[in-house]
C-alpha cells in the first residue's frame, strides 16, 4: 500500500530537548515536505528537498532543520525546541513539486 | 499579503444544494493548482487537480482562470459527508502554498 508514515503521532515535550519526528514514504517519490498547520494560518511549508541530498527552506523555516540522506526517509529535527513550535506537523511526498502530494497521518507537537 | 487566499467560511447548506468555494493567489507564475479535503484536523486528501479547461468528476467541478488568477470549485447535490474543510494549494518555484481552507457544514 502507497503510504507516508510519520512517527510519532502525538509527542509532549519540554523546551530545549531536541527531537526527532521521522518521515518515510514508499512510493519512490523525489519532492518531499514538511508543514506546520495552527488554527487559522492553514499549512504552512517548513522545508522541502527535490531529492536526495537536496533540502531547501520553505516559509517558515526558523527553528528546524531536516535532512535527505535516502530517498524514502526525511526527517525533521527541533535541535531547541520552543513553546511557539507547538503545532500539529505533516510530512507529504509527490513525483515532483508539480504533483500531487500524500500527507502523512501527522504529529501532534506540544512544547512545554 | 498571502500567497492564496479562500474565505474562511463556515457555508452552512442543506442536503441537496450546490455550494461554490472561490480562492485566490497573487503569484501569475504558479504552475500547479489542487483542491484538498481535511477533516478534522487529519492530513489532508487529494479532491482533485485542477487544470485551465476545467475538471468535473462526479459531483465536482473545478476551474481555474489564470487571467483573473482564482481557482473555484463546485459541489453539487451536497450530501452530509461533504462537510469538510476545503483547502486550495497553488504549486510555485518548487514549493507549495496553502489557502487557510473553506469550512462547509452540510445539514440534514
Known amino acids: 500500500e502507497a503510504q507516508v508514515t510519520q512517527n510519532p503521532r502525538y509527542l509532549i515535550t519540554v523546551t530545549g530537548k531536541k527531537l526527532t519526528v521521522t518521515c518515510s514514504q514508499n512510493?519512490?517519490?523525489?519532492?518531499m515536505s514538511w508543514y506546520r498547520q495552527d488554527p487559522g494560518l492553514g499549512l504552512r511549508q517548513i522545508y522541502y528537498s527535490m531529492n536526495v541530498e537536496v533540502t531547501d527552506k520553505g516559509d517558515v523555516p526558523e527553528g528546524y532543520k531536516v535532512s535527505r540522506k535516502e530517498k524514502r526517509n526525511f526527517p525533521l529535527i527541533l535541535e531547541s525546541p520552543s513553546p511557539n513550535q507547538t503545532s500539529l506537523y505533516f510530512c507529504?511526498?509527490?513525483?515532483?513539486?508539480?504533483?500531487?502530494?500524500?500527507f502523512g497521518a501527522g504529529t501532534r507537537l506540544s512544547v512545554l | 499579503r498571502k500567497e492564496v487566499e479562500q474565505d474562511p467560511g463556515p457555508f452552512n447548506v442543506p442536503e441537496g444544494a450546490t455550494v461554490a468555494f472561490n480562492c485566490t493567489y497573487s503569484?501569475?507564475?504558479?504552475?500547479?493548482f489542487f483542491w484538498y479535503r481535511q477533516d478534522c484536523r487529519k492530513e489532508p486528501k487529494l479532491l482533485m487537480s485542477?487544470?485551465?479547461s476545467g475538471n468535473e468528476d462526479g459531483r465536482f467541478t473545478a476551474q481555474l482562470n489564470r487571467a483573473s488568477q482564482y481557482i473555484s470549485l463546485l459541489i453539487r447535490d451536497s450530501k452530509l459527508s461533504d462537510s469538510a474543510t476545503y483547502l486550495c494549494v497553488v504549486s510555485s518555484f518548487n514549493k507549495f502554498y496553502f489557502g487557510s481552507g473553506t469550512k462547509l457544514n452540510v445539514k440534514p
Open positions: 507529504a511526498s509527490s513525483k515532483s513539486s508539480l504533483n500531487i502530494q500524500y
Open positions: 512510493m519512490n517519490h523525489e519532492y
Open positions: 485542477v487544470y485551465s
Open positions: 503569484n501569475s507564475a504558479s504552475q500547479s
